[in-house]
């Protein structure tokens, strides 16, 4: 896993995947898998909706750090099966088979077997809407993965995988944020 | 266009696909493209990030409406288009070739080359991050269209286009919304 400059860490997150979200309480590590988050700055700042029915939300409250960890295709059953149960009752790194790997700038820790990982601050809770608003402060990425491709859920237990790619750099260019 | 069930509208963004938006200010429609969107609730609430560097802005805030028009593969020289030019100076209807279709609910057009399209009120706007909250009132899909395949951005000029579907509802019967 290596250090991606985090001007670029956006690009993780606009196209929408599924990522599970890592917390630690202070004792012990949990996950839960989001889908509901976006990009509100390319500084980075990301937003992501959650709340008390999450068990990982109190230690998200108290602890005010989190790491995003990106999942690729492979790991579909591990990122399904991270939603449906409860860090109340289950050790999920257990459970999974997922490796919790220290960071550098947050105590929850980053996920091995992830494409991608950042390390993110809680800047703000919007209450009123259950909207976290979280800062990335360090963004890693495992470039020797073979499997790059993300997960999009639909919402009704079906997900879309990424497919081809297409490019339009140059008709974009006046609008990239320099360096990206 | 169809009517679609307001509870399965929120399956439309949860895949994180890039949208436009359109807003009406009175006089004239326009149209803006934006990936910075997330499902907030099922009911169906939406985020959506977005400021006065938008010129479709201004209208969005004095009409409190619009409506969010899902396109799809086959349409991204006028999505990408539709993101590099500005309201202010151009009829991106007319221009990009987009049909404006007279809503139900809100004055806000949708786009008749869409494959869905949502109206939508703004119930609310979170200044400090420049997220406006949004909830859908009337939702719409095109069942006749055989190209069905959205867009993500990635955020440097570059997208991806959705690939094969996994299904993982039996896994995930326990946590899908009634009806969904």
């Given at each position: ?115 991608a990982n950042i390390e993110c601050k809680v800047i703000d809770v919007v209450e009123k809407h259950n909207i976290v608003v979280l800062q990335g402060i360090g963004a ?41």
């Open positions: 896993m290596e250090s991606m400059q985090l001007n670029q860490a956006f690009t993780l997150m606009e196209p929408g995947p599924v990522v599970l979200v890592t917390t630690r309480d202070g004792k012990k590590d949990n996950i839960m898998t989001i889908s509901w988050t976006m990009v509100v700055d390319f500084t980075p700042v990301f937003a992501m909706t959650t709340g008390p029915w999450n068990y990982s939300y109190t230690a998200l409250r108290k602890s005010r750090e989190c790491v995003i960890a990106i999942p690729t295709v492979d790991l579909i059953d591990q990122v399904v099966g991270v939603g449906t149960c409860s860090g109340a009752d289950t050790d999920k790194f257990e459970k999974f088979m997922l490796t919790p790997v220290k960071g550098k700038h947050v105590k929850a820790p980053l996920i091995k077997e992830c494409l890693y990425i495992d470039h020797s993965r073979k499997e790059k491709r993300t997960l999009h859920a639909i919402g009704d237990g079906t997900f879309v995988v990424d497919g081809r790619k297409l490019n339009r750099r140059k008709m974009m260019q006046s609008k990239l944020p320099d360096g990206v």
